[in-house]
């Protein structure tokens, strides 16, 4: 498997991640704060994917799309967390050429579907605002289903696309990445060959499975925000608009770091920032996501209450 990925164009049999310091003190300390977010960040997703089982009330479209999201974030910092913690308190800092290719297409994959996801429940909230009436029929099991499944097969094809642009080229040495894993603007910086072509295959990528689904989300607000204006009761404004802070809030952490990391030239990246980038919307979205969405969401509180028999939430 390892010499059909190399081909003739790499010597490069693994490669070095760089991490946040070289300092042991420091990275017992973000090794502490990293293991504690990620630890965090398992229990609530999974809290949050659990109860929406058990709970039949919770069997909506709205929660359906809620549950595949925190799969998608525990997925998503797995696959980079659990690794950049071994090198934190280790001394070798190795990954595998073949290791490198899988985690650069694993990432890719969960974060172009749940790029796409989040246009879905944008789509979610307009047909439960715009059109409650007609929002089970709309919003059937069938059309939520083949929306995810959508959003799953475009994350497999466009991650493969990005991957294989990235991978073909030529990797002589050094083999340093100055990165906590191996994402794709940071691993290019080591090849061999002109970069400029990828560039543009970024550019472009980054417009449609970020752009557009970013621009699909404005869209559909637009015409949300211009329903709730036309509710009479205040009370009722104020309820609608807070079916979507949650959701607008996850969006913005997760979509401009991303912008600003794929749809900018390489020339112009900085390995410090594209670090925090990366970790802001890798583990400090999926960390946050659990806590945005059922800190004021009654209808979590209600169903943990429920399952852990601690009382009855209020109604």
Same mark, same amino acid.
């Given at each position: 498997?390892?010499?059909?990925?190399?081909?003739?164009?790499?010597?490069?049999?693994?490669?070095?991640?760089?991490?946040?310091?070289?300092?042991?003190?420091?990275?017992?300390?973000?090794?502490?704060?990293?293991?504690?977010?990620?630890?965090?960040?398992?229990?609530?997703?999974?809290?949050?994917?659990?109860?929406?089982?058990?709970?039949?009330?919770?069997?909506?479209?709205?929660?359906?799309?809620?549950?595949?999201?925190?799969?998608?974030?525990?997925?998503?910092?797995?696959?980079?967390?659990?690794?950049?913690?071994?090198?934190?308190?280790?001394?070798?800092?190795?990954?595998?050429?073949?290791?490198?290719?899988?985690?650069?297409?694993?990432?890719?994959?969960?974060?172009?579907?749940?790029?796409?996801?989040?246009?879905?429940?944008?789509?979610?909230?307009?047909?439960?605002?715009?059109?409650?009436?007609?929002?089970?029929?709309? &919003?059937?099991?069938?059309?939520?289903?083949?929306?995810?499944?959508?959003?799953?097969?475009?994350?497999?094809?466009?991650?493969?696309?990005?991957?294989?642009?990235?991978?073909?080229?030529?990797?002589?040495?050094?083999?340093?990445?100055?990165?906590?894993?191996?994402?794709?603007?940071?691993?290019?910086?080591?090849?061999?060959?002109?970069?400029?072509?990828?560039?543009?295959?970024?550019?472009?990528?980054?417009?449609?499975?970020?752009?557009?689904?970013?621009?699909?989300?404005?869209?559909?607000?637009?015409?949300?925000?211009?329903?709730?204006?036309?509710?009479?009761?205040?009370?009722?404004?104020?309820?609608?608009?807070?079916?979507?802070?949650?959701?607008?809030?996850?969006?913005?952490?997760?979509?401009?770091?991303?912008?600003?990391?794929? &749809?900018?030239?390489?020339?112009?990246?900085?390995?410090?920032?594209?670090?925090?980038?990366?970790?802001?919307?890798?583990?400090?979205?999926?960390?946050?996501?659990?806590?945005?969405?059922?800190?004021?969401?009654?209808?979590?509180?209600?169903?943990?209450?429920?399952?852990?028999?601690?009382?009855?939430?209020?109604?």
């Amino acid at each position: 498997m390892q010499d059909f990925l190399l081909g003739n164009h790499s010597s490069l049999t693994e490669f070095i991640l760089l991490g946040f310091s070289s300092n042991t003190e420091i990275n017992v300390i973000l090794f502490s704060v990293f293991l504690f977010l990620y630890l965090i960040t398992l229990s609530g997703n999974g809290l949050i994917f659990t109860l929406i089982r058990m709970d039949f009330r919770l069997h909506t479209p709205m929660y359906f799309f809620l549950s595949v999201l925190s799969i998608l974030d525990m997925g998503y910092v797995t696959t980079t967390v659990p690794q950049m913690l071994v090198h934190l308190v280790c001394k070798k800092k190795t990954i595998s050429y073949v290791g490198c290719v899988a985690q650069m297409y694993i990432f890719l994959m969960l974060g172009i579907t749940e790029s796409w996801l989040f246009a879905i429940m944008a789509y979610d909230r307009y047909v439960a605002i715009c059109h409650p009436l007609r929002y089970k029929v709309i &919003m059937s099991p069938s059309l939520c289903g083949s929306m995810v499944a959508f959003c799953g097969f475009w994350g497999i094809i466009c991650a493969l696309i990005y991957t294989v642009c990235a991978m073909i080229l030529p990797y002589c040495g050094p083999n340093e990445i100055n990165h906590f894993f191996c994402e794709v603007p940071a691993v290019l910086k080591l090849a061999c060959a002109d970069t400029s072509l990828n560039d543009q295959v970024d550019f472009i990528l980054g417009f449609i499975l970020l752009l557009v689904p970013l621009s699909l989300i404005i869209i559909v607000y637009i015409n949300i925000f211009t329903a709730i204006l036309r509710i009479r009761s205040s009370q009722g404004r104020l309820k609608a608009f807070s079916t979507c802070a949650s959701h607008i809030t996850v969006v913005t952490m997760f979509s401009v770091p991303c912008m600003v990391m794929y &749809m900018r030239p390489g020339s112009e990246a900085s390995p410090e920032e594209d670090k925090k980038l990366a970790l802001f919307y890798n583990v400090i979205s999926a960390f946050l996501n659990p806590i945005i969405y059922s800190l004021r969401n009654k209808d979590v509180k209600r169903a943990f209450l429920k399952v852990t028999g601690w009382g009855n939430a209020p109604e």
